[in-house]
């Protein structure tokens, strides 16, 4: 009887650890907030600009331009970002917001990155567009060399995506949030990554992105804790 009542205090305990855990979607990584066909990537971007056309080599001669007049200080921005974290956006926010003092915030937005690359990856698998440096060789990047297609641009996707997240959290700095994720963008062009249609069309995906995930209960459940998280560390700096 000893034996029969503690198994049964141990199958309740363990069921209520269960049931704790599948309402906590920041501590299993599992947890999706967007599959990567549930954006029409083929039907929201318009197909890249061909090899060759007067827009490609309109873009070319934009990123030339940019070549020919980055800085060393543009170089070291472009070279900082190229290992994109959700957490350069501390030049907005401030210092406390780093991975160390915030686990759940840091959880959440590395799977908020996770599931936008997925869906990036669709547009690149999809358009197959050559990077700028492969087209032309007079483009010399300034940054690790991309082995992934150009079109669109992941890492204009992704700090989009993770702005407007962020947005939703600290809405007096949305603006400052968005114009970091331009910046971040721009720097791909500068360093000799993307196209400027290749950014141009990572940021209308992450909006659609954002609006898809948005609409998920996980995301809005998840978005409260890390907002709680935030502001709870942001009062004590």
């Given at each position: 009887?000893?034996?029969?009542?503690?198994?049964?205090?141990?199958?309740?305990?363990?069921?209520?650890?269960?049931?704790?855990?599948?309402?906590?979607?920041?501590?299993?990584?599992?947890?999706?907030?967007?599959?990567?066909?549930?954006?029409?990537?083929?039907?929201?971007?318009?197909?890249?600009?061909?090899?060759?056309?007067?827009?490609?080599?309109?873009?070319?001669?934009?990123?030339?331009?940019?070549?020919?007049?980055?800085?060393?200080?543009?170089?070291?921005?472009?070279?900082?970002?190229?290992?994109?974290?959700?957490?350069?956006?501390?030049?907005?926010?401030?210092?406390?917001?780093?991975?160390?003092?915030?686990?759940?915030?840091?959880?959440?937005?590395?799977?908020?990155?996770?599931?936008?690359?997925?869906?990036?990856?669709?547009?690149?698998?999809?358009?197959?567009?050559?990077?700028?440096?492969?087209?032309?060789?007079?483009?010399?990047?300034?940054?690790?060399?991309?082995?992934?297609?150009?079109?669109?641009?992941?890492?204009?996707?992704?700090?989009?995506?993770?702005?407007?997240?962020?947005?939703?959290?600290?809405?007096?700095?949305?603006?400052?949030?968005?114009?970091?994720?331009?910046?971040?963008?721009?720097d791909r062009e500068l360093a000799g990554e993307h196209?400027?249609?290749?950014?141009?069309?990572?940021?209308?995906?992450?909006?659609?992105?954002?609006?898809?995930?948005?609409?998920?209960?996980?995301?809005k459940a998840d978005i409260e804790k890390v907002q709680?998280?935030?502001?709870?560390?942001?009062?004590?700096?």
């Amino acid at each position: 009887m000893r034996i029969l009542r503690a198994l049964t205090v141990f199958l309740i305990l363990m069921a209520a650890i269960s049931k704790a855990q599948s309402t906590d979607s920041t501590t299993q990584p599992g947890v999706s907030f967007i599959q990567p066909d549930d954006i029409d990537v083929k039907t929201l971007l318009k197909p890249p600009p061909a090899e060759g056309s007067d827009q490609s080599r309109q873009e070319l001669d934009v990123l030339l331009g940019l070549q020919n007049s980055r800085t060393d200080a543009d170089i070291k921005r472009a070279r900082a970002e190229a290992h994109l974290t959700p957490f350069v956006f501390s030049e907005v926010l401030g210092s406390w917001f780093n991975p160390d003092d915030l686990p759940v915030t840091a959880a959440f937005l590395a799977n908020v990155m996770k599931e936008t690359g997925s869906v990036a990856t669709v547009g690149k698998d999809l358009f197959q567009r050559r990077r700028p440096y492969l087209v032309d060789t007079r483009i010399q990047p300034c940054v690790e060399l991309e082995k992934t297609f150009s079109y669109p641009s992941g890492h204009s996707t992704r700090s989009m995506v993770l702005a407007l997240t962020l947005a939703e959290i600290f809405p007096d700095q949305k603006d400052a949030l968005i114009a970091r994720a331009k910046l971040i963008g721009y720097d791909r062009e500068l360093a000799g990554e993307h196209f400027p249609s290749d950014v141009a069309a990572g940021q209308t995906l992450a909006k659609a992105i954002f609006e898809k995930m948005d609409a998920n209960p996980d995301f809005k459940a998840d978005i409260e804790k890390v907002q709680e998280e935030c502001l709870a560390h942001e009062k004590k700096n």
